[in-house]
């Protein structure tokens, strides 16, 4: 295969994947509809198209476009709409869907996508921006022979044998689903457990309690490394934090699956309904899970 691939979406994410894809040898050409993210692509030498008409013209056939853009309408439009990637792309061409979407979302535009000839492959990310700049860790869905023919790229852009073939259409979705409805049970572990540390009968230090529970501890984690770094930032007592906790749909997606599949996710589904129920009640618990949420995603904390 060519390597060279199409990227629409500059976020925080995909700016990462772009840039690295580069370093590793490919010829990546980018596009967001923001000219700041273009520009800044721009700058760090990549090669920016003005449109994605441009950016369709501008790579090799049989193409693939990357696309990172958010869930929902977002992606739904850039595909499907009467201008979409869809009626863009031809017969061989090749969609990775990088966003956190709904596995069956995937599974019916992959059906469309067949339809159409053109190869769509589902892509579950971990590891935050960092992890798009310097190698995370990938779920991918879809045919197998269409999946091997891109290994290349899923070697450069992810961890040392941090990358699966999850399976048919969907499944990488819905792996990555699962994964991030775990983080949100792991997430409020850590934060009711700080925040009964700092309303302990003693003058606890937060920011060395957090460094030897990761080191060696049972509860040794990435998580517990961004929050010590999150408390060294922001200080224990995290006032410029917001104690409402943004929340995006992976959460409710993964409680909702569950029911249907008829399995009991109690600790996930609290943890959904607190985030829910921090817009109305505010907390310390809450401050954690905001500060948390920048640390290894970059979201807003205020």
């Not at 971990?126 to 860790?137: F, L, Q, V, Y």
């Amino acid at each position: 295969m060519n390597k060279e691939i199409a990227v629409i979406g500059l976020g925080k994410m995909g700016m990462g994947i772009a840039l690295s894809a580069r370093e590793h040898g490919w010829r990546v050409v980018g596009y967001d509809i923001g000219e700041e993210a273009r520009t800044q692509f721009e700058k760090e030498g990549g090669e920016v198209a003005s449109s994605i008409d441009d950016l369709l013209n501008t790579v090799t056939a049989p193409r693939v476009v990357w696309a990172m853009l958010p869930s929902g309408d977002i992606s739904e439009n850039l595909f499907l709409t009467g201008e979409g990637l869809f009626s863009k792309l031809s017969e061989g061409d090749t969609i990775i869907d990088a966003a956190n979407a709904f596995y069956e979302d995937t599974t019916r535009r992959n059906t469309i996508a067949q339809e159409k000839g053109i190869h769509f492959i589902d892509v579950g990310y971990s590891g935050g921006p960092s992890g798009a700049r310097n190698g995370g860790s990938i779920m991918v869905g879809g045919e197998k022979e269409h999946v091997n023919a891109l290994a290349p790229l899923f070697d450069a852009l992810s961890a040392k044998d941090a990358w699966i073939h999850t399976g048919p259409s969907g499944s990488g979705h819905f792996v990555k689903m699962v994964h991030n409805g775990i983080e949100y049970g792991m997430m409020q572990s850590l934060a009711e457990g700080f925040a009964v540390l700092k309303k302990a009968p003693f003058p606890l230090d937060l920011k060395n309690v957090a460094h030897v529970y990761n080191h060696s501890s049972v509860i040794e984690s990435r998580l517990v490394g961004w929050l010590q770094s999150g408390i060294e930032k922001h200080g224990a007592e995290l006032e410029e934090i917001s104690g409402t906790v943004a929340h995006t749909g992976e959460g409710k997606w993964t409680v909702d699956t569950a029911k249907k599949l008829q399995v009991p996710t109690p600790s996930i589904e609290l943890a959904y309904n607190f985030r829910v129920d921090s817009e109305k009640n505010p907390s310390y618990t809450g401050k954690i899970l905001s500060m948390l949420r920048n640390q290894f995603g970059g979201h807003s904390a205020q």
